[in-house]
């Protein structure tokens, strides 16, 4: 139950760019519990994206190329959800 938990409070890839306590993770993760966990469609999306990302997160977490062009990506959706 605690390893449900601590998955469901989880956004991989933000946290190895960002860091687990940054900003941009907190909004992120507000955006995912009070909208995409509101519908069945964005329930699956999140899903989906549990189900994909922790390699993705533990392949760009060393490097910093990789997690500059992740944030550059992330930087509209940060502003539209926030």
Do not use: M
Not at 35 to 59: E, H, N, R
Request: proline share 5%; hydrophobic share 35%.
């Amino acid at each position: 139950r605690e390893h449900e938990r601590q998955i469901s409070d989880s956004c991989f890839i933000a946290t190895a760019c960002y860091g687990i306590d940054s900003d941009e993770v907190k909004i992120l993760k507000q955006w995912r519990d009070n909208t995409l966990l509101k519908s069945s469609l964005g329930k699956q999306f999140v899903s989906f994206y549990y189900s994909i990302s922790p390699p993705i997160a533990d392949f760009i977490s060393d490097k910093p190329i990789l997690k500059s062009l992740v944030r550059f990506g992330l930087y509209p959706l940060k502003k539209i959800v926030k």
